[in-house]
Nanobody, 123 residues
């Protein structure tokens, strides 16, 4: 059974940094594209970042480009989302998800989801 577990969320001040982890069990994560999504209160879930399963290429939403990075640690079967220069509008529940597509194009391409971790950016 594929299982993803997010961790690393919490309260951080504007301008600070946070690193989210997405740990996989039951499967080898490097065979899957991994995406990070977030959902703020009263808003739809949106894509934040994705790393492909093949060439390691990455994608970032315009709202986080230049501030967030994503990378894999295959030895730990974990994908990380490094969040720098965070803003109050980054406050949301963050989810990671796995896709069998090398370079997924939409949320529908992701079949396995974690339970989410809360990130709150506030002074």
């Amino acid at each position: 059974q594929l299982q993803l577990v997010e961790s690393g969320g919490g309260l951080v001040q504007p301008g600070g940094s946070l690193r989210l982890s997405c740990a996989a069990s039951g499967f080898t994560l490097d065979y899957y594209a991994i995406g990070w999504f977030r959902q703020a209160p009263g808003k739809e879930r949106e894509g934040v970042s994705c790393i492909s399963s093949s060439d390691g290429s990455t994608w970032f939403a315009e709202t986080v480009k230049g501030r967030f990075t994503i990378h894999r640690d295959n030895a730990k079967n974990t994908v990380y989302l490094q969040m720098n220069s965070v803003k109050p509008e980054d406050t949301a529940v963050y989810y990671c998800a796995a896709s069998e597509f090398e370079k997924p194009n939409s949320e529908a391409d992701f079949g396995s989801w974690g339970q989410g971790t809360q990130v709150t950016v506030s002074a």
